[in-house]
């Protein structure tokens, strides 16, 4: 028997689990919005706990989220630019000694790491403050975070000239990812995975499945041992890995705009549940019909599937207006009711 109102984290199970509830629910993908409007900079919003759980706050009671993203998180590349400027260090983790370095590495627990230290007292506080919703947290993906640490043109070259260092190399991304998964899986927050470099825009099929595929079911399996869900995030197309990442076994995929939402429904239809693909610069440089006309594509796309949430492709512009961003969620609400 349905309720007459449920909670976004009610609506996101159901999602999962492939039952309908009132509507199909909507996953917004925010972080550091209206942050002047909620009386802070970006930058504190960005480097300062207390004023990304305020800000959060503030955009709770404006826009109708489903999904809530852990704020102040150092794996997103602009909090962790803000953080290391703030520290006087150089905005790109790249080592250049990496090689000679490498071997003498260790994944230490994530919470001796400083700043995912701090991260996972946000996530306890988010958890605490927002119990009505869904809440998952952004940790980079492994290939993402080796190539931030190698850097582009010399991760591009390994895949030729030196395939050892570059799997070893992405047995430490992994193995830090799992450890950091693992913990905010046990404050029941789901890791979202995204690993925005392994996207067919800038790797081949090829590749993918040699030096990105294993390691991505490493961290499925390890967080499916733990009997907790994982959704991952690759920007661009996917199109050409789309079967791949299904056998991954993951739990809910968020494509980006350049992939076909059509053959994702195609080849995972039941088998995990698929979130998006609104393309994000409609929310800073669309008006109302085109947003309304999208959302009605996207849900036209999913004809009824319950494992399905309407999203954007991406994290939505920090610079789309709010108009634009509550005409959205209007719209989900209304063609997406069951």
């Keep these: 028997m349905k309720k007459n109102t449920y909670t976004g984290k009610e609506r996101m199970e159901a999602a999962f689990t492939g039952e309908k509830l009132d509507r199909v629910p909507v996953f917004l993908i ?50 962790l630019e803000a953080i290391r400027k703030l520290m006087g260090k150089a905005p790109s983790i790249k ?54 640490l190698r850097g582009l043109e010399e991760t591009m070259q390994d895949i030729y000239e030196d395939k050892e260092f570059l799997h070893d190399l992405m047995k430490y991304t992994t193995e830090t990812i799992i450890v950091r998964s693992l913990e905010v899986l046990d404050l029941g927050i789901t890791p979202f995975i995204g690993d925005p470099s392994a996207g067919m825009s800038l790797i081949s099929p090829t590749v993918y499945k040699e030096f990105v595929y294993p390691y991505h079911q490493q961290i ?37 705009s350049p992939s076909s939402l059509e053959k994702m429904f195609a080849v995972g239809k039941g088998q995990l549940t698929i979130i998006g693909n609104v393309d994000t610069m409609l929310f800073m440089l669309g008006d109302f019909e085109q947003l309304e006309t999208k959302v009605q594509e996207c849900l036209e796309i999913s004809k009824g599937e319950p494992k399905y949430a309407v ?7 920090l610079s789309a207006p709010l108009e634009n961003i509550k005409h959205f969620t209007a719209c989900c609400h209304k063609y997406g009711a069951h």
Excluded at 38 to 65: D, H
Excluded at 127 to 141: A, K, L, N, R, S
Excluded at 311 to 317: D, L, M, R, S, T
């Design 30 to 79: 925010l972080g550091g919005h209206l942050a002047e409007e909620a009386g802070f900079t970006l930058t504190q919003v960005m480097t300062e706990p207390e004023a990304a759980l305020e800000a959060t706050k503030f955009v709770c009671e404006r826009i109708y989220t489903d999904v809530l993203f852990v704020p102040f998180n150092p794996w997103l590349p602009s909090t």
């Design 95 to 148: 080592r250049e000694d990496i090689k000679e370095k490498l071997p003498k590495w260790h994944v230490r627990d994530a919470k001796e790491d400083k700043l995912f230290g701090a991260h996972l007292d946000v996530c306890k506080k988010t958890v605490e403050i927002f119990p009505d919703y869904h809440i998952e947290t952004m940790i980079g993906g492994p290939w993402s975070f080796a190539m931030e």
């Design 220 to 256: 499925v399996q390890a967080i499916h041992d733990k009997g907790s869900r994982v959704v991952f995030h690759i920007c661009g197309s996917v199109d050409l890995i789309m079967e791949n990442l299904v056998s991954l076994g993951i739990d809910g995929i968020s494509i980006d």
């Design 311 to 317: 999203a954007p492709g991406c994290q939505i512009p």
